[in-house]
């Protein structure tokens, strides 16, 4: 499938909305028609999303599947209207493609945002194909989807339809789809395979039609996931088993200073052991190629180097006297100003702090590629494959079309596959070795040593209360900017702009606050960050959401009680979890000897949520014994899954919160692996209670929204088993855990 077709403007339409996302009428270039990326050399592609041949139905996925269950979800969207089971099919993901742009990625998910007009719409979808953004990524993978692959579905549904009543001589109303076929009102059965090569002719509706949701077999239903059974049996495709004939398997050893030069190295001895091939300066470092991946990353360890350091602190605390120091620059950003906000002497001042991170996924970054001169194909999972696609091109003197990109499942990614460094090298080492398959893959201590780390960051905040409620806000946010470092990962080049991610999960929190005044301020220095699990939201909830606590407390108020006051009238979606949650968990606002409760929400990615956390002191050791999660969804799409992506977003917070931190040593970073970086793990991993909401609004994100309010809602816990306020993660420097 990895040809190019162009088809009609007709085929690729469906109604009012595109198959591709978007009316493709007016603004020129930015609207035009994309190509069909899909040309099988049997059966019969429908749309981009659709093809069928003899051995069934396969619907193809554009988004990457990191645990997420995204191929589940998105494919049943497709086999809903299509009327085909869902275990009679295969998904493949997409190949880099503008036909599978994310196109909503620049729609607006704020609380407070409105839908964009039809022509700003479009614009928008447009210019997210013209920029390569077939991202998985932001929560966004169902958000886009829903509407577009329903009528993908559909749209190929009713082209079978008229091709089976074109075969049989009836009219249409005499047939109907059911179970991956065309029955007639006699009994005659055609099955989908039949009928693929005729209807694959005919014109796609203008308008097809959607399925009544009182219909519905699998939207809205908890769906089993297609990937699943390959995982459990170890069949899994994923990109460190790619394995293929004449193989060679290679590792990297780069600077510790991340992004630094190479000066020099040594390799005699790395190179005189048996079943070492070759050792390649890759730029900041090497790549060794050997007979198998053990022994390229024993070789690895053999060579000596000399690196060059490069522009940031070389420790912990000379970075974040930088951090700090950028509270004293020029605000990158204004990301809330309204009224006068005016100190008094009776305010509550605080500052919070925030380590880097690291992704920590447990399959390390790893690729495979194959050059042959002329063409270079890759096996990686990459999160952009588009973007990969074109840098992988440069790299190796190609034109993007003459490099094939198979997307694969991954074991874990966080963001941290949104950056293509390590399938870079992958291309570099396999120009190196011309017709010969390279595997390669980092240990975990490069892995963990060179990430792009979520930032460090502090927050300073001040507020005035006046009759029990916030009067007036002051928040000050300092961390390296993750969209500049994105672009320049992306393009090349260093590009400053004004950045909101900087003070999300506080600026852009539905408190109803007459005078606040919220910037963001950016360091000269720092080293690599990218995104990371809900990107802002992760540290600033924990900011934001600890500060209020410590708010509702100066005012001796119940802490679920003063964030309704603030919230009810606002936005009423946030209001309803904490409303929800509260009833989850009984909350009353008191908790009994040795227990402790806190409470957190905060609205990402399209989506509020509101967590509980109670805790409980064992022999002067904290153990966290439930959490309750409440969100609201606006429609939801797959129960299970929900909950499954809540719950794991809410571990991932609770383990960064405990245990997360990435310190600097001698320009480079201290921890290599799981005994110094940890986890929660089966044994402290408390019960989890969740509720997902349908309130009717827009389709929320749910891969990252469970991860923000987890930090802050453990912190509050705490405090209400202790009497301690933490302002600085991990929570371990403070408070003992039961292991």
């Not at 049943?76 to 990625?105: I, N, S």
């Amino acid at each position: 499938m990895s040809k190019l077709g162009k088809i009609t403007r007709r085929a690729f339409l469906v109604g009012a909305v595109a198959v591709t996302g978007g009316v493709a009428v007016g603004a020129y270039v930015i609207t035009r028609d994309p190509e069909n990326p899909l040309a099988p050399t049997e059966g019969a592609t429908l749309n981009s999303y659709v093809v069928i041949d003899e051995s069934g139905v396969t619907i193809i996925v554009p988004r990457a599947e990191m645990g997420q269950g995204v191929q589940t979800t998105l494919a049943a969207l497709v086999a809903e209207e299509l009327e085909v089971p869902l275990d009679q099919v295969r998904v493949e993901h997409g190949p880099p493609a503008p036909a599978y742009a994310t196109t909503k990625m620049m729609t607006p998910r704020d609380y407070h945002a409105e839908e964009p007009s039809g022509m700003v719409s479009t614009v928008m979808a447009g210019m997210t194909r013209l920029m390569g953004m077939q991202v998985t990524g932001g929560s966004s993978s169902t958000f886009d989807a829903y509407e577009k692959m329903r009528l993908s579905g559909a749209a190929a549904r009713e082209m079978l339809i008229d091709a089976a009543a074109e075969r049989l001589g009836v009219g249409r109303d005499q047939l109907k789809a059911e179970n991956g076929a065309i029955v007639a009102t006699d009994g005659t059965t055609l099955t989908y395979a039949e009928l693929a090569s005729d209807a694959a002719k005919v014109a796609p509706p203008e308008n097809p039609p959607l399925k009544d949701p009182e219909d519905w077999t699998l939207i809205g239903k908890t769906l089993a996931k297609l990937d699943q059974p390959a995982k459990a049996t170890g069949t899994a495709p994923f990109a460190i088993d790619t394995r293929m004939d004449g193989m060679k398997f290679a590792t990297v050893k780069m600077n510790p200073w991340i992004e630094g030069d190479m000066v020099s190295f040594d390799a005699s001895e790395a190179e005189g052991m048996p079943g070492v091939e070759k050792v390649v300066d890759i730029g900041g470092g090497v790549a060794v190629i050997a007979s198998n991946t053990w022994l390229a990353m024993q070789a690895a360890e053999a060579i000596n180097f000399e690196w060059s350091p490069v522009d940031h602190g070389a420790t912990t605390d000379e970075i974040f006297a930088d951090i700090e120091a950028a509270f004293d620059l020029d605000p990158n950003i204004t990301s809330r100003e309204a009224g006068e906000v005016r100190p008094g002497d009776d305010d509550l001042e605080a500052e919070y702090r925030a380590p880097f991170l690291s992704h920590a996924p447990m399959e390390p970054m790893n690729a495979t590629a194959l050059f042959t001169g002329d063409k270079l194909e890759m096996w990686a999972g990459v999160q952009g494959p588009i973007i990969t696609q074109k840098q992988a091109a440069k790299v190796v003197g190609l034109k993007p079309e003459n490099v094939t990109i198979h997307t694969t499942i991954m074991g874990g990614s966080f963001g941290r596959r949104g950056f293509n460094d390590f399938a870079l090298q992958a291309a570099a080492v396999a120009k190196e070795m011309p017709g010969t398959p390279v595997n390669v893959t980092w240990s975990r201590e490069e892995d963990m040593r060179h990430d792009y780390y979520r930032p460090g960051a502090v927050a300073r905040l001040r507020a005035g209360l006046t009759d029990g409620k916030i009067d007036n806000f002051r928040g000050q946010f300092s961390s390296a900017s993750v969209m500049r470092a994105s672009l320049k990962a992306f393009t090349g080049r260093d590009m400053a702009s004004a950045d909101a991610l900087i003070t999300e999960g506080c600026a852009d929190q539905p408190y109803a606050i007459q005078n606040a005044l919220v910037t963001g301020h950016v360091p000269e220095r720092t080293p690599r960050i990218g995104f990371w699990r809900s990107v802002g939201h992760s540290m600033n909830a924990f900011f934001w959401e600890s500060f209020v606590d410590e708010l509702a407390h100066k005012t001796g108020q119940d802490p679920l009680a003063f964030r309704l006051a603030h919230i009810e009238g606002e936005h009423e979606p946030t209001a309803q979890v904490l409303k929800t949650v509260a009833e989850m968990a009984n909350w009353t606002g008191e908790t009994p000897e040795g227990k402790g409760r806190g409470l957190a929400v905060t609205y990402s990615f399209g989506t509020p949520v509101a967590e509980i956390v109670e805790v409980s002191d064992r022999n002067g050791e904290i153990s966290i014994d439930k959490v309750w999660i409440a969100a609201d969804l606006g429609t939801v799409v797959d129960p299970g899954n929900v909950e499954a992506q809540l719950i794991g977003g809410a571990i991932y917070g609770l383990s960064a919160a405990i245990h997360g931190e990435i310190t600097f040593e001698n320009g480079g970073v201290v921890e290599g692996n799981f005994y110094d970086y940890d986890a929660l793990r089966m044994s402290n991993t408390p019960e989890f209670e969740v509720t997902a909401l349908s309130l009717g609004g827009h389709i929320g994100g749910v891969g990252e929204p469970g991860t923000p309010p987890a930090a802050p809602a453990l912190a509050n816990a705490i405090f209400d088993l202790t009497g301690e306020r933490i302002r600085e993660l991990p929570l371990r420097k403070t408070a003992s855990f039961v292991a």
